[in-house]
């Protein structure tokens, strides 16, 4: 004779099963009917469980009925006064137990606030080599569910992409025109420096190794040149700032960028004085959603690191 689990549950009107469903219908079991049926289980009576459930007596009945009528299955049978849980009963205290705690998970980690919108991050290769790892770590830290898309381009493409809401967040170098919406900051303030083989620096035709325009480096080093009256011929022209690393560390040509960045690629300066002077060039934050906190902080953590680098030799 199969043995049954004991429980003071108050009576249940016996209910008897439906037909068979045919085998492939899905049957859905709703929570808050299995959360009904643990807590008469747990209270150890219908009545102790609705002061659990927040139900009344005879809207927890008619829950136990619909349950039943859902799994074709008597989960209680009656003992004089008190209702006993069948075998099935037993079985689905387990289950059920089982059901909610996954439920409970995924409300847990999931369900507490929606899915937040990508934050659309626009930074140089200047920075995107060099103070970008440690900012995603930073910002990962604070921010885990926090989708992030990141672009790495030239300043001029990053501002069209910002006017055009592309973009939430840009780092980028050199000043720019007023702004249709968004703010714009200038985080520091540094002095473009000379970069390459010194051996080349007394050749007749200075060579130049330059990224294609639009470019402020390249701009302000030829007028510099020309201003200068220095003769000069471009040697290598790429697109991407790997190229041109390459070619300083070859030692075909001079350029220039700033010490933060010869620094960080261990790329020679030039000792100041042995070429014409350069300008000073900016670094603008832009921000086109300064009230969300996602943006605000990683616009933080990109002002601190890119004002820490190193400025001058």
Known sequence: MQSTTRHNVMPLRAVAGPAIRPKHMATNVPTDLLRSF???V???SMARATGVILLTQSALSLQMKRLEDLLQQRLFQRSGRSLL???AGEELVSLGRRLLALNDRIVASLGSEPEPEPLQLGLVQDFADTVLPGVL???GASHPRCRLQVRVAGSAELLDRFEAS????VMC?????ELRHGTSEVVADVPMRWIGNPALVDAEELPLVLLEPPCAFRTALLESLDRAGRPWR???ETSTLPGLR?????GIGISCRTTGYAVSEELPLLAPGSLPPLPRIDYVLLNRAPERAPALEIARLLTEAVSARPASA
Request: without cysteine.
């Open 38 to 40: 643990i807590a008469i």
């Open 42 to 44: 747990d209270a150890g």
């Open 85 to 87: 849980l069948t075998a």
């Open 137 to 139: 770590a930073s910002f």
């Open 166 to 169: 592309r973009l939430d967040v």
């Open 173 to 177: 170098v050199g000043r720019h025109g």
């Open 234 to 236: 471009i040697v290598l």
């Open 246 to 250: 390459a070619a300083l560390r070859a």
